[in-house]
Every structure is written in C-alpha cells, then in structure tokens.
C-alpha cells in the first residue's frame, strides 16, 4: 500500500453539491516513523453535517481546506506499527476518513473491538449516529414515562435509532420518511404512524392525524416545514431535540424559521439544539444499552452501502436526495 | 356605587386593534350575596398577552367574549362585604380588571397586604411582571455567575426588572429598547451597554459590538429581529427564555421565523419558551429577594399612567407603540 486513492474538496459548492466539488487524488503514504501507524481503510461514513464543514465559515467543525483530502469517520486495519499500542490486523477507528489508507501517530486511533458486531456498525448504530439519537432522546429531550415521540428524517441513521430506542422504552412513536421503502421499513421496526412526507400535501395535517393528542416529544434532523408542524402539534411542556436541519443545509440564501415560533411561549416548549461530541460520556451506557436492545431483537438497523472510494462523492450527495436507507457508508476494502 | 362603567371587546382587531375595536358600558352592580363583596376598583394593568386573548383562537388562555368586558389584572377595595374573610377597607387583587368596580365571590380575590410598596406595585415590579422576570431569568435561562445578559423591550415591565435582578447579581447586562427617554432611563438603573434599536440600522451589528464575547443568556420580549441577532451572537450553551414576541403579535399573516436557527445545534442553544403561571410558586422567594433590592437600592421601576377608565384603550393601544417606560397602568380611583 505504497499509495492510495483519497478525495478532496475542489471548490466550495454554492447551494447543492455536485460531483465536480471533489477531486480525487493519488497519493503516497509515508513509512510509519517511531509511534506512528500506517492503516488500510475498510469502510469511510459520509453524514450531513459535512456539508457545513464544505462551506468556509466558523462553525463547531473547522471548514475542509481546499485541495485537501477531507476529514471524516473512517474504520481501518492496521497494516505496519511503529509503535508499540498498536500491532499489523488491530482495527482502528480514526477520523481520517475519505481515502483510503493513511500514515498516523498511533495515540490519535481508537483501538476497536468489535464485540461480535460487523465493523462498519461503529460508523451508525454502535457509533456517533447511535449516540445522537441516545443522548438526544434520553439527555436532550429527557424523555419521560408515557411521552409521544416525534421524529423526522426517522430511516435515516440517527432518526431509525431514535424510534426504535423509544419504541423499545415502550413509548408511542411517529416517524416521518419519504418513500415507499422507507415507509415500509419504519412500519418494520415498529413505528406506530408512518408520514410519507413526500406523499402529504399537508405534514401539519398528518401530524394531528397521526397524534390528535398532540407530541411530547420531537426529534429533528430535518427542520423547516417538519418543524413548523411539530410545533403546532406540541403538548404543553413538549421538548424538541434539535439535531439537524437537512432541509436546509443546501440552502444559498438562509431561509426563514417557523412561522409559528411564538407557539414556544403559551406550550412552555423547550426547543434544545445539540452536538454528539459534547454527550460521549454517555457512550459507554449507550452501548451496554443497545447490546441488550440488539440481543433482545428490538434494534436493527439498515446500511447503503456504495462501493469504492471513487463513489464516496455520490454517496455524500445521495444524503441530501434522501437515497439511503438507514445508514449510508462507502466501502474501500 | 350602584353603577360601573366597564370595558367591552366590541370586534375582533385584525392586525394592529384600533379604539374602535373597544366599547364603554355602564352597568349596575348587584348587592352581595351570601359569600359575596362589593369592590372598587382603585388600578387595573393592560399587558401585551392580552392582544392574543382577543383572537378567537385557543391559547393558555381563552379568549375574551365579544360584547363583554374583558379580564386582567386589577387592584381595589373592598366596599360592602356580606363574608367573614373581608371587610370594607380591604384591599384585594383579582382578574376583574377593564372596570371600575365588581361583585363577586371572596373566595376569588385575594386579600393583599402592600407592605408598604404603593398597591399599584403589584400590579408590576411585585406582580406579575417583576415574577415573569424573576422565573425567566433564574429557572428558565438558569443565569449562573458570569453570564452576560442580554434582554430586549429592556425599559417595559418585565424587561427593566430582568436588567436590574441580572444587575443585582453581578451580571453584565446588554439592554434593547426604542427612544432617548428609554435609553436613559436603562443607563440610570444601570444597564452596561444600551441599544436604541430604533435608532440602529443594523441590530446584528449593534449587539456584536456591544457583547464582542456573546451573549449567555437572551431574555426575549420582542422576537423578531431581536431574536436573529441574540443566536448570532450566543454563545456555546446558550440559555434563551422566551417570553413575548410583541413584534409580532399584530401580525394579519404569520411573519417567519429567525432565519438562523440552525444555530441551535452548532451552539448548543437552549431556548423556552413560559407562562408566568406555571411560576407561582416562586413568589413568596420573589417578593423576600425583592425587598432585599428594593432596601438596598438596587431595584426601581417607572410606571406609565393613564388615568379614568375611558382611557384604558389608549393605555393598551400604547403599549404596541412602545408608549410606556415601565409598567403601563390606568388608574381608575
């Protein structure tokens, strides 16, 4: 593995991203100096919030630089050690994502035991993904005995857990996804009322449909017209986690907000937005949990799955056309 | 006292109300009957909340019946009493506001003691407004040592007590407000940094400038534009109590949202939305830190009056005009 393929922001996209934003590059690895490691990629994850990282404005991410392999989660073997933490076969989880292989100080890379778990799980359910929606549901909303829950974008990664985490604390569930193969899964997994949300000519009448005593609790990874019908369906005291607003992200003019906010104030809403980074001391809990919950059959999950560095970029652009079903990873080896 | 005159809702406004949207009424008061007293009313308080009750639409509170008169705060005395609990002389708050006086059961009212405060201030700094500001500020944004507050409509009811309990406690305070009048009034009970928002061309600006760290608490009494520029500038963790949206409550067709919500999730922002009725059990807390200030100086508070119940349209009409410095109150005897 002298050399390796990896992909690179080009340009800044203005509003949706295209193939032509990315590059991808051929380069050489260096030999792994004393305590470094050189690693094979197994598989890359490409999620939504990249996209912010795409444009060049501060946020809790730095923005990708230009002409640089950008950064992501990534599952690999290691292949040569130059330190002794770390041995030729170890898994390592990094977040040198899009490419396929690297040169690295060993202390940077999680060591991973996968506990019987396909590997690439680390990237959705047993990974960030899965914590999302733990420390959203659980810490972020603080869901409570008898809540109904909300959740948009609920095929997805973070929103499948979201409902299969609360229907497994027994709680009543709405999952909103758009098409006929998400619908069928989330009715799979158990959600109680589905939401074609490209099928509804009105989300705020499918909501009170689906909830006519109102919802407790809503989960956002979608923002703007979800949003807008959360709020109009809340209970008094409702919490909103607030995770991400994919509607939006591709936006090159900042749209507008809900036009039915001030609802906050007569409903006592509490509307809380939130990064998984700052919730990883749940992840030990989280994982015991969902051990439990996967032995027990009530957690499965989905993954599309591309193939090949190369289709990194089209699996990236996928996320926003909403062509993943559960989550979406690239497998490099 | 045979005769009163009241305050009806004669038509619904439609956008900003207007003095015709109100009639004068004259009607006799019935004797009291077992359990019953007689009062005059001495002060009654107009509130922005109340331009929601009247729209015919379910809120936390029901809306105000056409043709009668309408609810809201009210201090005055007891004239004829026919139950043991008051007698003539008493002073007693109740929801019987918009009249000069009423009939009613003893059991409703509440018998008040004014501990040497005039009684008008209970219909202000040590009622309701001054407790909004108290539970907003400390339960809701849970302002913790350090903070910088930042609060808009500062020099209203509300907003001038949430300057001066965040000043009491060491805070530096960032306070909105419209006119010269305002402006000095916010530099008098010592606000840090003021900004005239009418006099400002751009708000984002403005409040970066004047918070060139951000903000940690955001106490909101307007939306709007004000609240835009308070996400701009939160900070991580972020705490934002949602009060009133005035801007917006004469609005025909619902304005959009802040176009920066996504802010939320990067900052980590909290935002809740309350109901000053959910916080009653603060009051007696209130009322004891409250006198502390008030012997101490550091609490004062302005009151904009209006005198005979003729003028009590006016009274609320100005509100949404920005014609009151502090509590906005008809004095009816």
Not at 56 to 77: C, R
Request: with cysteine; hydrophobic share 45%.
């Amino acid at each position: 593995m002298a050399s390796v393929r990896e992909v690179r922001l080009k340009s800044r996209p203005v509003g949706t991203p295209t193939r032509d934003n990315f590059e991808i590059a051929t380069v050489d690895l260096k030999d792994p100096g004393p305590g470094e490691v050189q690693v094979k990629n197994l598989w890359m994850t490409v999620d939504p919030y990249m996209r912010g990282r795409m444009n060049d404005v501060k946020s809790y991410a730095p923005p990708f630089a230009l002409g640089e392999a950008m950064q992501g989660g990534a599952i690999g073997e290691v292949t040569a050690s130059n330190d002794p933490s770390l041995k030729p076969g170890d898994l390592v989880q990094s977040m040198f994502g899009w490419r396929e292989g690297f040169t690295a100080p060993a202390q940077g890379l999680q060591k991973l035991d996968p506990r019987g778990l396909p590997v690439q799980a680390f990237l959705g359910a047993a990974g960030m993904p899965g914590l999302t929606a733990y420390a959203g549901l659980l810490r972020i909303a603080a869901l409570k005995d008898g809540d109904v829950v909300f959740v948009s974008g609920a095929a997805g990664a973070v929103g499948s857990m979201v409902a299969q985490i609360a229907k497994a604390k027994g709680h009543e569930v709405i999952g909103s996804a758009g098409g006929a193969e998400k619908v069928a899964f989330l009715k799979e997994i158990g959600v109680d009322h589905v939401i074609d949300y490209k099928a509804e000519k009105d989300l705020n009448a499918a909501l009170a449909a689906a909830a006519p005593g109102g919802i407790d609790v809503y989960f956002d990874n979608v923002g703007g017209a979800h949003l807008e019908a959360a709020l109009n369906s809340a209970k008094l005291f409702a919490r909103f986690a607030i995770c991400g607003m994919i509607s939006i992200y591709n936006a090159t003019e900042p749209p507008p907000g809900p036009r039915n906010l001030a609802q906050l104030i007569g409903k006592n809403i509490r509307m809380e937005g939130f990064i998984v980074s700052h919730h990883f001391d749940l992840m030990p809990k989280y994982i015991e949990d969902l051990s439990g919950w996967v032995k027990d059959g009530k957690v499965k999950w989905k993954e599309t799955v591309f193939e090949g560095i190369e289709k990194s970029p089209d699996a990236f652009l996928g996320l926003f056309t909403g062509e993943n079903l559960g989550k979406m990873l690239v497998k490099l080896a």
